[in-house]
């Protein structure tokens, strides 16, 4: 047995081998730890940078980008994921879904990639994203998978923040080169100075986009979300309700049918199969031009008068 009698008696060789064998233990330890997925107290596993490094996160991940996510259950970031240092970090994804049935918790963090989109002049602006033409994303979900995302921002990336996902929660997209967020529902989120468009889903609700270089919001179903100072169309959907467009390089509002929403000084005119509800003013060259084009299906405003368009 060794006793602490025995440490200061055994020769400097024998003190020697123990350090080392000490040393060897311990880094034998923090490997193990590096490899096996760390979960939080809640059973979510944590993904942070080191752990994208070292891999392991799911069977099958390898060291460095993508963190591939290959099994079903709750993920959460425990700090930020960055690709910009590697190689081709513009083509680089940050997370890959390839399983059913997974949940991502950005926890506030951020994912962030190389790309900087720059707005100028305007309202409505002119977008240029610096380096372009790239394919990675923040997080991608296979075809057919159902992905949800939550809580956090994705900048950056050389295509899209989010795409593909099933569910999409409180995340800001900002500076992607090409789509903001891709996701079937959207909710509370927003997608800002991403190189064509903000945000595109089958429902987007109280969300915004601004300043995006074609379309903000595109959609099936668009409720209570706003599109401010993009190039193009602010709102281009199946059905729009309760929404706002301000500014944008394009019409406002378009769509089959318009409800209760509100376009204002955007520089084409608005269009609906059906419109209602609905109050427009300074769109398509100022408020002594036609607001809208459509069938009015009940009563509006057009630069203040009830006689639209």
Do not use: K, W
């Not at 047995?1 to 923090?30: C, N």
């Not at 709750?74 to 049935?101: C, F, K, M, P, Q």
């Amino acid at each position: 047995m060794i006793t602490l009698a025995s440490l200061h008696t055994t020769s400097p060789q024998d003190r020697g081998l123990r350090r080392s064998f000490g040393r060897t233990l311990l880094l034998g330890t923090v490997f193990c730890l590096a490899v096996v997925p760390l979960h939080g107290s809640d059973g979510a596993i944590e993904i942070n940078q080191v752990r994208a490094e070292v891999g392991g996160v799911t069977l099958g991940d390898t060291p460095g980008f993508p963190v591939t996510l290959s099994e079903p259950g709750s993920y959460r970031l425990t700090g930020n994921l960055d690709v910009r240092n590697t190689a081709n970090a513009v083509d680089t994804t940050a997370i890959h879904v390839t399983s059913e049935g997974v949940s991502i918790d950005l926890g506030g963090f951020a994912i962030r990639g190389p790309v900087v989109c720059t707005a100028s002049g305007g309202p409505p602006s002119t977008l240029v994203c610096s380096p372009a033409g790239g394919f990675g994303h923040g997080i991608a979900s296979d075809s057919g998978v159902s992905t949800r995302v939550a809580n956090g921002t994705v900048m950056g990336m050389g295509y899209s923040g989010v795409s593909f996902a099933a569910e999409t929660r409180s995340v800001v997209a900002i500076s992607n080169g090409v789509y903001g967020i891709i996701s079937e529902l959207i909710v509370d989120s927003q997608g800002s100075r991403n190189g064509y468009r903000g945000l595109d889903g089958s429902v987007v609700s109280n969300s915004i986009a601004n300043e995006n270089g074609d379309v903000g919001i595109f959609g099936g179903v668009v409720i209570g979300s706003s599109a401010v100072s993009n190039s193009g169309t602010g709102i281009l959907a199946s059905a729009i309700h309760q929404s706002d467009a301000t500014i944008n390089g394009g019409a406002g509002l378009v769509g089959d049918l318009i409800l209760g929403s509100r376009a204002s000084s955007n520089t084409q005119i608005n269009a609906a199969s059906g419109y209602a509800l609905n109050d427009f003013l300074g769109n398509n060259g100022g408020s002594g031009q036609p607001q809208i084009q459509g069938v009015e299906i009940g009563a509006n405003l057009c630069s203040g008068d009830t006689s639209c368009p």
